[in-house]
């Protein structure tokens, strides 16, 4: 599937995002969604695959933590789970965070010509920094980097050093419509290639707060595409959605679900997760 057609499916979901919030109930004053009681549904990074533009509060801890179930059908069928999905966030200063990615365990198990197969192990650790440079009444502007260290099980690891750097900018609709686009740089392992691959990463979310029924409670979908910049295979597109509930202003809940958008290959992929966010 093209960018343009992923682009189309996520105007779909943005024009159902704004139908179902009331006009009329939509306060006409955004406020700074990195700070209130409820801010914690923005700063986290999980469940979206895109990074929020906020960063943690000066020597606040953030943790993030879940489950994902992956199933692939097509002339491959398998699945992969995936756990916790440990992400530690540390306010260094003011608009400063360090991250700290501990390594996953992965269950995968494939099935074909009538056989069952099963390889499990520990994947790569990772390191991070965000820097938040504003975020006002309406834009918020971000960057954030990290590097994956080759530490994982045979099989799961990146068998070299990986790197990420993302541009993240934010836009505020109203209080409770938010837009966020992030421009990502990937050099990452595929073991399509077995080696490294270099990817641009163009994600959107749209976010909505139903402020109308409780601030506790926000919805979101999100287009993510990856653009193989280095062996011309074309463009790997993803869209997924989710909800996220707080329980407590530093205690949050989330599920989410996403598919594959691409026809770069006859195989599909599917995904289910759920998680929670703490702050200390």
Known sequence: MTLRKSAVVLSMLLLCV????????????????????????????????????????KNNVLAELGYDYQVETGTHFGTLQTLPQLELRYGAGDNVELKLFPPNY????TFAAGKTGSLDGFGDAGLGMKYEFRYGERWGIATDTAITIPSGSKGFTGKGTGVILNGIVAYNLNADIGIGFQLGVYRLFNPAYAG?????????????????ITENLQLYAECYNAIDVQHNTGIASYIDSGVQYLLLPNVEVDFEAGHNLSDLSSDAVTYIGFGTGLEF
């Open 18 to 57: 704004l139908w179902v919030t009331p006009a009329q109930s939509r306060p006409s004053s955004p406020v700074d969604s990195c700070a209130g009681p409820s801010a914690l549904l923005t700063v986290l990074d999980r469940p979206t695959i895109s990074d929020s533009v906020c960063s943690v509060k």
């Open 106 to 109: 992965l269950l995968q198990s």
């Open 196 to 212: 490294q691959e270099t990817t641009v990463n163009p994600i959107i979310v749209v976010s909505d707060q139903l402020n109308e």
